[in-house]
């Protein structure tokens, strides 16, 4: 696999069926990932870098905090006077 290149889908395949045999891989984890914004998206090396991606989804974060409002609201039982 050269350096500085996109993954191919083969290549990934390859990847994820050699980790659930090679017991001994510990996969390398962008330290970026664990400052804000825990993500990838921005970054500048985002395009060169081979590391397992993390992306903010604004969608997908919105749904999930409406989801998580509505539910609140359900338990409360309001009455105006």
Not at 33 to 45: A, F, M, Q, S, T
Not at 52 to 77: D, G, L, M, T, W
Request: net charge positive.
């Amino acid at each position: 696999m050269a350096k500085n290149k996109h993954l191919t889908d083969a290549e990934r395949l390859w990847i994820e069926n050699y980790l659930r045999v090679c017991n001994d891989f510990v996969e390398q984890v962008c330290l970026k990932l664990y400052e804000p914004p825990y993500c990838c998206n921005g970054c500048v090396e985002e395009h060169q870098c081979v590391l397992r991606k993390k992306y903010y989804r604004h969608r997908k974060a919105h749904e999930a905090y409406r989801a998580r409002r509505r539910q609140s609201f359900a338990y409360i039982n309001v009455q105006v006077l």
